[in-house]
């Protein structure tokens, strides 16, 4: 018998059929314009300008200087996870076992995968936002689930309701997702819309995991809420947190889950055979990130975010034919490009091509992200100026 598959033909279809992440490709893209010498602002992954604090590079280094170089448990160490557990109730008001109720992991993406290998069969369903992070449905995808697209309209404010959510579920319904505050709209769930998604999950016995990277970049005075400190939710709620975004420590993978101990004990499992543990040296950095309230050093970054994400919007509003709000939380700029009449994707690859600016298309977030772009606000004040000079050059010229 004559042997003559190609090998290409024996790949798994769930990865050659699924998307790449068009956030982290476009970022990509614009690394490899710059090597060649191009002068590229890049707005498209969240990623800040500043580097991580140096108390917290400190810890780290001085861990490794002392040979905290070796594997830990599956779990965590416990300093992290007593920092953690100190964080959670220092800045969320929940009450956490670090014994029982936390795993460390490498940041929220990795947590998401643990999360819902713990809980999903093939063919179950969860709900996702629409738009959503661009991660979400192809996880789930993985993992043999089906996600379940229910929209965020603009005439609620980007946030769902009840009826919304109810309409979406049937008998393989196990989990929603949802991200808070909200990565790409901006928006800051309240008491009230966190309080819709709670009456939905307990009256249809769901799970609910919470991704909160930007927890602590909340805008004008608002407080960010968590879903498990509300009634009948902590049993519920696995809760997603990391130092990626509001320390600057993208690169070090740092975060954790929070969950029922029974839920935490087959997370752990999984965090076993699949990464053995959390690096050990970036759990001491990390630890003393969570571990104590955030210093001086790093308050500065967040103020600063703070002035970045309002310019940028503002001046985003002074170009024809762009609308853009003041994000409510997090690092992005939602921007509103329906009167351009440019599909969301042609509009990002010819800014790129002419300007030299990379922006996120809001159609790679879902299909109600059309009409919209993503873009980084938290960049350097130079890259801000040139990039709002690019793109309303670009505008003006379409």
């Not at 351009?340 to 159609?363: H, W, Y």
Request: net charge neutral; glycine share 8%; proline share 4%.
């Amino acid at each position: 018998m004559t042997l003559n598959m190609k090998i290409e033909g024996i790949l798994s279809e769930r990865v050659t059929t699924s998307e790449q992440s068009s956030t982290v490709r476009i970022a990509d893209m614009a690394k490899k314009l710059k090597e060649k010498g191009a002068a590229v602002y890049d707005f498209s992954a969240g990623r800040a300008f500043e580097h991580t604090p140096k108390y917290v590079m400190d810890g780290a280094i001085k861990a490794m200087r002392a040979g905290d170089t070796h594997q830990t448990m599956a779990q965590g160490t416990t300093s992290y996870r007593e920092a953690c557990a100190i964080k959670l109730h220092r800045e969320n008001g929940i009450t956490a076992n670090p014994e029982t109720d936390i795993v460390a992991t490498m940041g929220c993406k990795q947590g998401l995968t643990v999360s819902l290998l713990a809980i999903l069969n093939p063919g179950d369903e969860v709900i996702v936002e629409d738009p959503c992070f661009v991660s979400y449905k192809q996880t789930i995808r993985y993992l043999g689930g089906n996600p379940v697209e229910v929209p965020l309209l603009p005439a609620n404010q980007f946030r769902w309701k009840r009826d919304q959510l109810e309409s979406a579920i049937t008998e393989r319904t196990k989990a929603i997702i949802m991200c808070t505050p909200h990565n790409p709209t901006g928006v800051v769930h309240s008491i009230e819309d966190l309080a819709e998604v709670a009456f939905v999950a307990k009256k249809h016995n769901l799970y609910v995991i919470t991704d909160e990277p930007y927890e602590r970049m909340v805008w004008g005075g608002r407080r960010h809420l968590n879903l498990a400190s509300l009634p009948g939710m902590r049993k519920r709620t696995i809760t997603l947190m990391s130092l990626t975004k509001s320390f600057s420590m993208g690169g070090w993978r740092i975060g954790f889950a929070h969950a029922d101990e029974h839920l935490l004990e087959q997370m752990t499992k999984l965090q076993q055979h699949l990464i053995t543990c959390v690096s050990s040296f970036v759990q001491a950095g990390g630890a003393i990130a969570f571990g104590q309230s955030p210093n001086d050093e790093v308050k500065k970054y967040w103020a600063e975010w703070e002035k970045k994400v309002t310019f940028f919007t503002h001046s985003l509003n002074e170009i024809n034919g762009i609308k853009c709000y003041t994000p409510e939380g997090g690092f992005y700029a939602w921007m509103d490009i329906s009167e351009l009449n440019i599909p969301s994707e042609q509009f990002c690859d010819l800014l790129l091509e002419r300007e030299k600016v990379a922006l996120v298309p809001g159609v790679s977030f879902g299909k109600h992200g059309e009409n919209y772009v993503r873009v980084t606000c938290v960049k350097s004040w130079d890259e801000i100026n040139k990039g709002l000079e690019g793109i309303s050059s670009f505008v003006q010229n379409l």
